[in-house]
């Protein structure tokens, strides 16, 4: 899915955050007592060229969808800036969020629940059109008759319901609402995770190709490190609601820095087991965005935790170009003499 453009960045965060307040119910009622905040998100930096995929991975939990969320403004950031296009749009209104809302569109993850069952399909792909475009009834029929083509439907198709397709099936028809407006950055979110994995390799070369040839730019949501590094251009790993290592895809799957990168990597399973290679396996639960722990936020489950990691939060550096870790590790920060 790799197109060079100097351009900036068609996305970008800066020092995003999302805090949610367990205690707002109904009315704002106070519901629980004690620790009440959870800290979706702290201090995303990210960058998504024009044309590339970012891949964006973590434990179910991480922050990986709320940050989707965020980013198309479904959700309201508590901290930092959204820019899309080089304008910053973390504030604006709802009249010019519906102008751009039609450039940023979304895969959900779930082809059975995302698709209201008593709409044809007709009805559910050309919703966005008549929405946005308010086009005559022949002219939306046709751009959504062409775009399940594209999709690998059929305009036979359009009339039907849901139930009557298959889980890849329905996938192609969320494919196809997405991208129905021709929007310029999409985000799957865990956008084949509920598909058989033949299905999932179809729906993944479909999106390859649509990207190509409709020059999207992608970010790929997904807990699979093998499903987003076979797509993305680049990786960016997400812990606890933070972003703990960026970089290159193919470095990102053979040569990981952070800790939590090669813990999710050993956790692939692998046909050469005897090849030898050593395997950090990862052990215990991600802690409770309740409470997360002091400093790094991964000492807790780090297999190379040093008294410093527990005190202080180690900054995301570069480490070679286009390649960052947030680890003490690569900081410098160690004390003399420390042991690992
Ligand atoms: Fe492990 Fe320390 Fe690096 Fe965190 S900063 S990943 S605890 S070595």
């Known amino acids: 899915m790799t197109a060079v453009d100097v351009r900036p960045p068609l996305v970008e965060t800066r020092s995003l955050g999302k805090t949610f307040d367990t205690r707002k119910g109904l009315f704002g009622r106070l519901l629980v007592r004690g620790r009440h905040l959870i800290q979706a998100l702290n201090n995303v ?12 991975i973590g434990e179910s939990g991480c922050g990986k969808s709320t940050l989707a969320r965020v980013l198309l403004r479904l959700q309201e950031p508590s901290r930092g800036r959204i820019i899309f296009d080089g304008e910053d749009i973390t504030e604006a209104g709802p009249p010019r969020m519906r102008e751009l809302r039609r450039r940023m569109q979304i895969i959900f993850q779930d082809p059975y629940a995302s698709l209201n069952p008593r709409k044809t399909v007709e009805q559910i792909v050309s919703l966005p059109l008549r929405v946005h475009e308010k086009l005559a009834r022949k002219a939306t029929r046709d751009r959504v008759a062409d775009m399940l083509e594209r999709v690998g439907l059929k305009a036979a198709h359009l009339n039907r319901f849901p139930h009557q397709f298959s889980g890849g099936q329905r996938q192609r028809i969320g494919v196809a609402r997405a991208l129905i407006l021709k929007p310029e950055f999409v985000i799957c979110d865990e956008a084949v995770s509920a598909l058989d994995v033949s299905i999932q390799a179809q729906i993944l070369h479909l999106l390859q190709e649509l990207g190509r040839d409709l020059k999207l730019t992608f970010l790929f949501i997904s807990h699979n490190l093998s499903v987003v590094g076979y797509v993305s251009d680049r990786v960016a790993v997400m812990y606890l609601g933070e972003v ?79 390649h960052s870790v947030a680890c003490h590790l690569y900081s410098g920060q160690r004390p003399a003499g420390e042991a690992s």
């Open 45 to 56: 930096n990210l960058t998504v060229d024009r044309g590339t995929t970012l891949g964006l």
């Open 244 to 322: 703990v290592e960026i970089g290159p895809a193919r470095a990102m799957l053979v040569d990981p820095r952070h800790p939590y990168t090669q813990s999710l990597l050993a956790a692939v399973p692998r046909l050469d087991a005897a090849s030898g290679r050593r395997r950090t396996l990862l052990s215990g639960d991600l802690p409770s965005p309740l409470d997360p722990p002091s400093g790094c936020r991964f000492h807790t489950r780090c297999p190379h935790v040093m008294a410093h990691c527990r005190v202080a939060a180690p900054p995301l550096g570069e480490l070679s170009a286009g």
